[in-house]
């Protein structure tokens, strides 16, 4: 890539289910958003501050713990406002007991600063991360289209999909999901899931055993 890009993308592997958080950051203003701080809140912040960065918002994905866990520590020590869509903001708050379930602990996150709903944007100075409501892995799940990104969180993985046997998982909705609002992105939009390596539009559409090689769009 030439020249130098709005956005950069970093990528810290955290907890103990591996979950990928990324700080996108704007280098031209200085500004920084957090997607998905699953844990380890005092390694986030520091790669935002190593980058001279100010973070501005924390967006969620949803709500399960392990997207959830560095929550608290970044709000308390930033400031920045927390967005995540009203049906997984009970899962987010419900996160301490969805751990306790795996024999694990996350610190109680704070109530949301935004309600996210289809169509919103956040603006990162110039840039804007749009909104996809797609349910499916759980009710509420969002993912956040900017710059021929998608972040997509458990909605897709590299040849996978996520679980949808979690309360207010369905399978057939996140299919939908996936076809309707991530199949019909441009076939060299980059997919940044939750766990696992970064994929593309058409490597899934050609390759992923769930769709059975979805027909690309001309």
């Not at 500004?31 to 924390?58: F, H, N, W």
């Not at 007991?97 to 603006?123: C, H, K, N, S, T």
């Not at 199949?183 to 766990?195: K, W």
Request: with cysteine; hydrophobic share 40%.
């Amino acid at each position: 890539m030439t020249g130098n890009p709005p956005l950069s993308v970093m990528v810290l592997e955290v907890g103990p289910l591996a979950e990928n958080t990324y700080v996108v950051g704007h280098p031209a203003s200085g500004g920084a958003v957090v997607i998905d701080p699953g844990d380890e809140g005092e390694g986030i912040l520091r790669l935002v501050e190593s980058q001279k960065m100010t973070l501005e918002r924390i967006l969620l994905t949803h709500g399960h713990f392990d997207h959830v866990g560095g929550v608290r520590f970044l709000k308390e020590r930033t400031g920045a406002g927390v967005c995540i869509h009203p049906e997984d903001a009970d899962w987010m708050r419900n996160a301490p007991r969805q751990a306790a379930m795996f024999g694990l602990a996350v610190p109680e996150p704070p109530p949301p600063d935004v309600l996210l709903a289809e169509g919103d944007v956040i603006r990162l100075s110039d840039q804007e991360f749009r909104v996809l409501h797609t349910p499916g892995h759980s009710p509420g799940h969002v993912t956040f289209l900017v710059g021929g990104m998608a972040f997509v969180g458990d909605l897709i993985f590299a040849g996978s999909i996520g679980r949808t046997d979690l309360p207010g998982g369905s399978h057939e909705a996140l299919l939908r999901s996936v076809r309707e609002k991530i199949f019909t992105l441009p076939p060299e939009t980059i997919l940044l899931p939750g766990h696992g390596p970064a994929t593309t539009v058409e490597q899934e559409k050609r390759s992923n055993p769930f769709f059975n090689g979805e027909t690309m769009q001309p």
